[in-house]
């Protein structure tokens, strides 16, 4: 019998999720299906209960749900209870459900995979929502030298490193605060926020980044972002969320099947539709 996945969005038709997760089947010998569905903007639990009388037994969830998930679970994981949000649901054998985050797991495997300076580095995080909130658990688990979050809204900022203070250890120095008030230059600056994708750029000091910095970008697209363009022309290296993408889907697939696949030749995949 073929087991149920599927990805629930608002909007959703766009979603590389269904690619990335046969693709991962068709590699690793599974039979399962994975769908895209539409879930209504106000009652995610009601499509996430019909799947599972349809026979599903586990789901990714991108916005604007993963708040509405992480309510909706019986059983979080630390990580999804420290990030409040959860973007991966497991339905148990007793029926109760399951649920975990692997978007910082994804995005430091990514880093990793790329040789991002994180271990003694000074990193810059921009932006304060969920997808920040997310990342920082493991990104402080590689203790960095700094890690300071930058938004427009400084007292959310702030609050963010508050949340997380408990985390930085052994010397790693936590602080948040607006764009205005960045201060030296980074080995690693994250953008965690919305703004490139729609050509736009955060308020950001000219000189950033140290001799050796990379830029990374959550958000990916066919061509470099304008986060990626304006980094590289500073003279960084500069890099977008795609294998982000790919290596947070691989950890809730293991999460699913207890099976890891390997991420290089689905990013490959993708990367090859993207620039189609």
């Known amino acids: ?22 693709a991962f089947a068709e590699q690793l010998g599974d039979s399962l299906s994975y769908e895209a569905r539409l879930a ?36 979080l994981s630390p990580r999804a209870q420290r990030s409040c949000a959860v973007n991966t649901l497991l339905l148990g054998k007793n029926g109760q459900v399951y649920g975990d985050t692997t978007d910082g797991v994804g995005l430091v495997r ?32 590689k203790q960095p030298v700094a ?9 959310k900022a702030s609050g963010l490193a508050a949340d997380f203070a408990d985390l930085a250890v052994d010397g790693t120095s936590l602080s948040g605060g607006s764009f ?17 994708l729609g050509g736009e750029l955060p308020p950001l000091p000219q000189a950033l980044f140290t001799p050796q910095a990379l830029a990374y970008d959550m958000m990916y697209s ?40 390997d991420t290089a030749p689905v990013a490959l995949m993708l990367r090859q539709l993207l620039m189609a």
Request: glycine share 10%; hydrophobic share 45%; aromatic share 8%.
């Open 40 to 75: 209504p903007a106000d009652d995610f639990a009601g499509g996430w209960a019909e799947f599972v009388v349809e026979g599903g037994l586990g789901a990714n969830v991108t916005m604007p749900f993963k708040e509405q998930a992480y309510r909706l679970v019986d059983v």
């Open 147 to 155: 890690l300071i979050i930058a938004n427009r809204t400084a007292a």
């Open 180 to 196: 205005e008030e960045i201060e030296g230059h980074f080995d690693l600056v994250i953008n965690g926020t919305s703004a490139s």
């Open 1 to 22: 019998m073929m087991s149920r996945y599927a990805v629930f969005g608002n909007p959703i038709a766009h979603s590389k999720s269904p690619l990335i997760h046969r």
């Open 110 to 141: 990514d880093l990793e995979r790329i040789q991002a300076p994180l271990a003694g580095a000074r990193i810059l995080v921009l932006g304060a929502g969920g997808a920040v909130r997310g990342v920082l658990e493991p990104l402080l688990a």
């Open 222 to 261: 066919a061509e470099p972002t304008v986060f990626m363009r304006w980094a590289a022309d500073r003279g960084a290296r500069s890099e977008d969320g795609l294998g982000m993408l790919v290596e947070q889907a691989a950890e809730s697939y293991f999460l699913w099947r207890h099976k890891r696949p």
